[in-house]
């Protein structure tokens, strides 16, 4: 069997607007005949191993201090001053790097260092407002989600 | 009379360890004036959010310390509560949570060995590099964290904080399908792992042999994990109820981590996988044991920068050892041994991958945890490191303050140090006067 062309990753967890990676999927999981693979993930980490197998790797996750749904694609990630722009726009969108896991900017760069990235690769930043435990989806992220799943939903069909 | 010509240097953030934490040195011509790993993350007081919880939140707050040995953590709990409670498991829970030990074993070291240590032997500034020069090894080792996540997943329910684990055994024991599928992976990670080892100990490691005294647990048949006597290279051997009488956490105004150290001298001590295996080389499996002898290290070995191959000897055993486990398994009837709350206290000790951990508790008639006490293995080598410092950075004063914070990071980083779990990242202020 042929792998999937496309690949949708939510990347999220339960606390408040973090989800919004994982509702985006839930949305997606909803339409018929969709023939783009969808997966959830707790961590970026798991994106190297489903990576692979895709030709055009779509990321969703929540993002602090944006105000709207915000693209960044990657159109040619074998280039490496496309990787290096794109890297630096993630940058402005997150200055927040775990030491206990590698996060999405650095598995975008290791993907790149062993030639695992897809030929595109599209992230969509969500905005969120809290990412607490037992906190509520707020209304602006709720809202971008909807939104978020009609515009993915029109590039991959 | 001329003063001494200061030289102050600081490693702000130290990098490639887990966790947050500084490095100041100060010198005063050309002597080593002050040494201080300083951990400014600040304190996490697990201890105190234990008191007063039901015994059975207990392994779910402990698995929060740590997102890369979560394991260790909620197991050493959970071990000292069946302590307390007089809970015996049967032998089958039991190899099955020595499972779940080998499944952390492998993601740990094979994540610290590729994307945070092997960098340093080839000057290159992170794994990322790393991956450009060396995709084929870093594909490897990423395959390998893989199967340790797996197995996690498949035992705990989840890679990160298992979920499935708990006083008295598992809420649901995997099936034996389930671990089977498991069996090519391992087979081939086995014999990946045995290159990796070999790779690593091809390496050039500075020659830096120091008269450490080196702590792990021993059992009486099996390679150290959850269960043991305590021992060390200077002749220690006691239960673990006795080690309060020997060790000792001691504040330190420049961290927010405790020190441990040996008393009553108050010295330093070394733990992680070298202390392991200098004290446990019979106790390897034969595979394992065969590639220790290969590999050209004379045991025990003190040098610490080649704790990098005594942690790649550790994942070849890991995967031997699961495989061993794997196929020999089945479901046990009881996944979880029932008890009833009662007032009383238990200790215990295990192996997390950077070293031996430390865990007592007390409990109420109704169950609640009326004392919670953790020593992480980070703590218990801080000291270590500190003192290793001083004895390294007299020889590198020749160099430039940024050369000098890259070697002493080097040496840190041999340690593996989870700088989170012991407050429970390096920055170098190096003062020269």
Redesign the interface.
């Given at each position: 069997m042929n792998a999937p062309e496309t690949l949708v990753a939510g990347i999220g967890s339960p606390l408040g607007d973090d989800r919004a990676g994982w509702l985006v999927i839930d949305h997606l999981a909803d339409i018929p005949q969709l023939t783009a693979r969808l997966r959830k993930a707790?961590?970026p980490h798991q994106l190297?191993?489903w990576m692979t197998d895709a030709r055009t790797l779509h990321i969703v996750d929540a993002c602090v201090d944006i105000e709207t749904i915000t693209r960044i694609e990657i159109a040619n990630p074998q280039s490496s001053n496309q990787i290096d722009s794109s890297l630096a726009e993630i940058d402005q969108l997150s200055q927040c790097h775990s030491?206990?896991?590698?996060d999405l900017r650095?598995v975008i760069?290791?993907a790149h260092?062993?030639?695992k990235l897809p030929q595109r690769v599209v992230l969509w930043a969500v905005p969120g407002l809290y990412f607490a435990a037992d906190q509520p989806l707020s209304e602006r992220c709720e809202r971008a989600i909807g939104r978020c799943a009609e515009s993915l939903l029109e590039e991959i069909q | 009379m001329t003063k001494p010509a200061t030289r102050r240097i600081e490693v702000g953030a130290l990098t490639r360890v887990e966790g947050e934490g500084a490095l100041h040195v100060d010198v005063v011509g050309d002597r080593v004036a002050r040494v201080n790993l300083a951990i400014y993350e600040p304190p996490r007081f697990f201890e105190a959010l234990l008191v007063g919880r039901p015994l059975e939140d207990v392994p779910d707050v402990t698995a929060r310390i740590c997102g890369i040995c979560p394991v260790a953590y909620q197991n050493t709990s959970i071990f000292a509560l069946e302590q307390a409670l007089g809970i015996e498991v049967t032998p089958e829970i039991r190899q099955l949570r020595r499972l779940l030990y080998c499944a952390e074993w492998i993601e740990s070291h094979v994540l610290h060995i590729h994307l945070l240590n092997i960098p340093d032997f080839f000057d290159s500034p992170s794994g990322i590099d790393l991956a450009k020069r060396f995709p084929d090894e870093v594909n490897r080792g990423l395959r390998l964290k893989k199967h340790g996540n797996e197995l996690l997943e498949i035992l705990g329910g989840r890679a990160v904080h298992p979920i499935n684990v708990t006083v008295g055994g598992f809420f649901r024991a995997p099936s034996r399908r389930q671990l089977l599928g498991l069996i090519d992976d391992l087979t081939w990670g086995l014999d990946a792992s045995i290159d990796v080892a070999r790779w690593v100990a091809g390496f050039e490691f500075p020659d830096f042999n120091q008269p450490y005294e080196m702590v792990a647990l021993r059992h009486p048949t099996e390679y150290p994990m959850n269960h043991g006597r305590i021992v060390s290279t200077a002749g220690l051997d006691i239960e673990v109820q006795q080690y309060e009488d020997h060790f000792e956490e001691r504040q330190v105004e420049h961290s927010t981590a405790l020190h441990a150290v040996r008393i009553p001298e108050g010295r330093p001590y070394f733990v992680g996988p070298l202390a392991r295996i200098n004290q446990n080389l019979d106790r390897l499996s034969p595979t394992a044991r065969q590639l220790a002898t290969d590999v050209g290290i004379t045991w025990p070995c003190f040098n610490p920068y080649q704790s990098i191959v005594a942690r790649a000897i550790e994942v070849v055993q890991a995967y031997d050892e699961a495989i061993q486990i794997i196929k020999a398994y089945q479901p046990p009837e009881v996944a979880r041994i029932e008890y009833e709350p009662r007032e009383g206290e238990g200790m215990s000790a295990t192996e997390a991958p950077r070293g031996l951990i430390f865990h007592r508790y007390r409990t109420d008639e109704q169950g609640r945890i009326t004392f919670a006490k953790i020593v992480p293995p980070t703590s218990q080598n801080q000291g270590q490191i500190e003192w290793d410092l001083r004895e390294l950075l007299p020889d590198l004063l020749k160099h430039d303050d940024p050369d000098i914070a890259i070697r002493c990071e080097k040496l840190i980083r041999t340690y593996d140090p989870c700088i989170s779990c012991s407050t429970h990242f390096l920055k170098l202020d190096l003062k020269r006067r």
């Open positions: 707790s961590s190297i191993d030491t206990h896991h590698l650095s760069e290791l260092s062993l030639g | -």
